[in-house]
């Protein structure tokens, strides 16, 4: 069983509105969850990092959320532009072993004109 | 500033054949991972290293080998490709995985193809 899990799986949003990205995940206990950003052909870059007691985290037009109690986070988009159209992906880290992160299957977000 | 590269970027190989994947670093990070993206998959954990002559296995390492004898390179050997390693091979690094905020630099991937 995946141990995270991110919905909706792909959305298709017009230029210059707000999109909000789900990310629900198992993985107890946990030392960090982070948001990655991946154009296609690239490899992930990092966009947020948040430990379990930190709620939100932003970065730009990227406002991340997470809520340990219900093991759920977020990743808000404001203002798309054509250039978020990309694959965002949840990760997860273990508490106990960094190397073995959890990472889901990435929402992919297209932005329109 | 190099940061992390991958070589060769494509790559077309024969069932059986051995193909190496290079990856290089130039942060002097302590860690390295060989991750595979396929479609309906998350990325998936093939083999990281800790530091050099330090490796161990991951979610995926059958049929992989690795070896680090260089903290800046970390490569991956297919020793007999078969068309379930068709995949994108993205390799990555960290500076110490103790830092609760560390976080994993990718590089560009290879593009894999086993016919």
């Known amino acids: 069983k995946n141990q995270v899990e991110q919905s909706p799986q792909s959305l298709i949003i017009l230029e210059g509105k707000n999109c909000t990205l789900q990310?629900?995940?198992?993985?107890?206990?946990?030392?960090?969850l982070r948001w990655y950003k991946q154009d296609t052909g690239r490899g992930p870059v990092s966009l947020t990092i948040?430990?379990?007691?930190?709620n939100t985290k932003s970065n730009g037009r990227y406002t991340a959320t997470l809520d340990a109690d219900t093991k759920q986070s977020s990743l808000h988009i404001t203002a798309s532009q054509l250039s978020d159209s990309a694959s965002y992906i949840c990760v997860v880290s273990p508490l106990y072993g960094n190397n073995r992160l959890a990472f889901g299957k990435g929402n992919q977000v297209v932005v329109i004109p | 500033d190099a940061g992390i590269t991958q070589s060769p970027r494509y790559k077309i190989t024969e069932t059986g054949r051995q193909v190496t994947l290079m990856c290089h670093q130039t942060?002097?990070?302590?860690?390295m991972f060989w991750y595979r993206q396929d479609l309906g998959h998350g990325l998936r954990l093939i083999y990281y290293?800790?530091?050099?002559?330090?490796?161990d296995k991951g979610e995926v390492p059958d049929g992989y080998v690795v070896s680090r004898s260089k903290t800046e390179n970390f490569p991956l050997t297919l020793e007999s490709a078969t068309r379930s390693q068709t995949s994108v091979y993205f390799c990555a690094s960290s500076g110490h995985s103790d830092r609760k905020e560390e976080t994993q630099y990718f590089g560009p991937g290879t593009r894999l193809l086993v016919l």
């Open positions: 990310c629900n995940y198992t993985v107890s206990p946990f030392s960090n």
């Open positions: 948040m430990t379990f007691s930190e």
């Open positions: 290293s800790a530091a050099a002559d330090i490796t």
């Open positions: 942060w002097s990070h302590s860690y």
